[in-house]
Structure formats: structure tokens, C-alpha cells
């Protein structure tokens, strides 16, 4: 009696639960054909699965890999038939997001086709192509000649993705004109007149003047010279915007 014996007994157990996934970005940050194929090992199978994206909505299927997705983080809850539960996240990236600036000039005068949008792309997957339709896509970044009407300016990168830029519309400027008039309904040489060129309001104070020939005027770049005129002449008035457009008229003292 008393006899005695020791007993060793070891309680076995699990390894955590972990897991890895192989991430698939997507080439467009637009697009959604990202995926995440995952592996669990650890605890005690058989598993379940539950994905959620970044704002805590439930996304994909009840299966360890999720398919046709876009960018973002995504979280992936896995439970093992112990109810013992762990969750992982995963990241879907793609390239940096292709941007498209837009730098149009606008048609100078009226019934002109000088208008003239240039771009430059920036991120994405180069080399670039450049639209102003949507439609038709060219290797250069810039596009002259422009008349009239709404353009659409786009980029396009290696991989197909797009980008649109700021639309662009092109107006007819306003046309410019010129009427030269007198102080004198009847004018004859030797006669002593004020001269004034008329132009439209929308161009007050934005023309230069010129006229030709200068000798006998008060002032040479006004809208009002005071004419001496001792012989009979033709004078020419010619305004210019700061953009080049030019209008003219002319009067004759006999």
C-alpha cells in the first residue's frame, strides 16, 4: 500500500489559423477584374468564408477566392468548425490613375479655324494616344485648326484604359468692324473735320488704330483725329484687337 506513479498527459491543440493570397491588380483604376485567391491552413478544417470590402459591405461568394473586383481593401473572415474565427486583409492595386490635362486656345477672330487643344497624359501605362471625339485617336498631343463647336479631349495608356479630360467648347467670336464718319455731311478740301472711327461696343477700348496717311491728323493712334485737309485725300482708318483681328474703312475728301 501507498504505493505511488507519476502520469504525464499532454493535450494536443491546433495551429492558428493563417492565410496568404495571391492578389491580381487591375490595369485600369476603373476596371474590375481584380482578384484574390487565398489559402488557409491552421485550425481546424473545414472552413467558411465571408468577404466584406472597405466600407463593410459583403462582396463576392462564400469562397476562399474573390473574383472580378475592383481596387481597394477587402477583408476576408475565415471560421474553422471550432468557431474560432480570424480575419485577414488584402490589398487590390493597379497603376498609378492615368490623368489627362487640357490646355485649349481659343479661335482668334470671327470665322476663324484657329483654335488649338493641347494635352498631356500623365500615369497609366505609356505610350499615349489623344482623342477630341472619343472616336479617333492620334499619337500627338496637340490639335490645331479648330473651328467652331464642343470638343471631347481623351487619353488612352498601353493597357486600353481612358481618361477624359475638361470638355472644351470653341465659340465664333463676335466680328469686328469699323465705320469711319465725319463731322460734315458734304466735305470738300480745305475743310476742317473731326474723323471717328465707330467700332462695336464689345470692342471699345480694345483696338488700336491706325491711320493712313497720317500727315494733317491730330493723332495718329486715336479713335478721333481733327483733319486740316488742304487737298483732296483718301483716308484709311485700320483697327487691330490684341489678338490680330483687323477691320478697316476709308472716307474721301475731294
Aim: hydrophobic share 35%.
Amino acid at each position: 500500500f501507498g504505493c505511488m506513479r507519476d502520469t504525464t498527459i499532454t493535450i494536443g491543440g491546433t495551429s492558428p489559423l493563417e492565410a496568404v493570397g495571391v492578389v491580381e491588380g487591375v490595369p485600369c483604376s476603373d476596371d474590375e477584374s481584380g482578384s484574390i485567391l487565398s489559402t488557409v491552413t491552421g485550425g481546424n478544417p473545414p472552413y467558411s468564408y465571408s468577404w466584406t470590402d472597405a466600407d463593410g459591405q459583403a462582396v463576392g461568394g462564400n469562397s476562399a477566392d474573390l473574383l472580378d473586383v475592383g481596387l481597394g481593401v477587402y477583408f476576408l473572415e475565415v471560421t474553422d468548425q471550432d468557431a474560432c474565427t480570424k480575419i485577414f486583409d488584402f490589398e487590390i492595386e493597379s497603376p498609378f490613375p492615368l490623368t489627362l490635362d487640357v490646355d485649349p486656345s481659343p479661335i482668334k477672330c470671327h470665322n476663324e479655324t484657329n483654335g488649338v487643344i493641347d494635352m498631356d497624359a500623365d500615369g497609366g501605362q505609356e505610350p499615349y494616344l489623344y482623342s477630341i471625339d472619343g472616336q479617333n485617336f492620334f499619337q500627338e498631343t496637340s490639335f490645331p485648326d479648330l473651328g467652331p463647336g464642343p470638343y471631347t479631349p481623351m487619353a488612352q495608356d498601353a493597357n486600353g484604359c481612358m481618361v477624359e479630360g475638361a470638355p472644351v467648347t470653341f465659340t465664333n467670336p463676335e466680328e469686328l468692324s469699323v465705320e469711319l464718319l465725319t463731322s460734315a455731311t458734304i466735305i470738300t478740301a480745305g475743310d476742317g473735320l473731326l474723323l471717328t472711327a465707330v467700332v462695336p461696343p464689345a470692342f471699345e477700348g480694345q483696338v488700336s488704330y491706325e491711320w493712313k496717311p497720317a500727315l494733317g491728323l491730330s493723332c495718329q493712334n486715336c479713335p478721333q483725329p481733327f483733319v486740316d485737309a488742304r487737298e483732296s485725300t483718301t483716308f484709311q482708318v485700320i483697327v487691330t484687337t490684341s489678338s490680330g483681328c483687323m477691320a478697316s474703312d476709308f472716307i474721301n475728301i475731294e
